[in-house]
């Protein structure tokens, strides 16, 4: 199964990848912008980590889409932990306990996040994310 990366690699020539997701020709889909509001890899494509061929673990249908949208922050984790397939809420991240005792920072005075709920709260303030009406507007992603 490795035999592609190795030919790669020995003929430093990219791999040619096959297409997992599909996304019809009229959805404008943007990775950048997912992974910049704090979207992790896993929350799409799945425990990547423990796959041995890549499949693909979501129906990407357009329900599924706007059920995100409208609940992003069930999603978002700490930018440091995009890639990190076996991050928990629990972990937390990118506070430092410090962070929470700081006068003027606005996580000052607040436990430290630890569920989903809190910390998605957190990071949608934080990294501005757009609130549902506008991310479920057609033309966010039908262009």
Request: a positive charge.
């Amino acid at each position: 199964m490795l035999a592609p990366v190795r030919e790669s690699y020995k003929k430093n020539l990219p791999i040619e990848w096959n297409r997992v997701n599909n996304l019809p020709h009229y959805v404008y889909f943007n990775h950048s912008i997912h992974v910049a509001k704090g979207v992790g890899c896993q929350s799409c494509h799945g425990r990547l980590d423990e796959m041995n061929l890549t499949y693909q673990t979501s129906t990407l249908l357009m329900e599924w889409c706007i059920a995100c949208h409208r609940e992003p922050e069930r999603h978002l984790r700490p930018r440091t932990e995009i890639t990190n397939m076996t991050w928990t809420p629990a972990q937390g991240g990118k506070w430092h306990p410090d962070d929470f005792l700081k006068p003027g920072n606005p996580l000052a005075g607040q436990d430290r996040p630890t569920s989903q709920r809190e910390i998605g709260a957190i990071l949608k303030k934080e990294n501005q994310v757009r609130d549902a009406i506008t991310l479920t507007n057609c033309s966010m992603c039908h262009r």
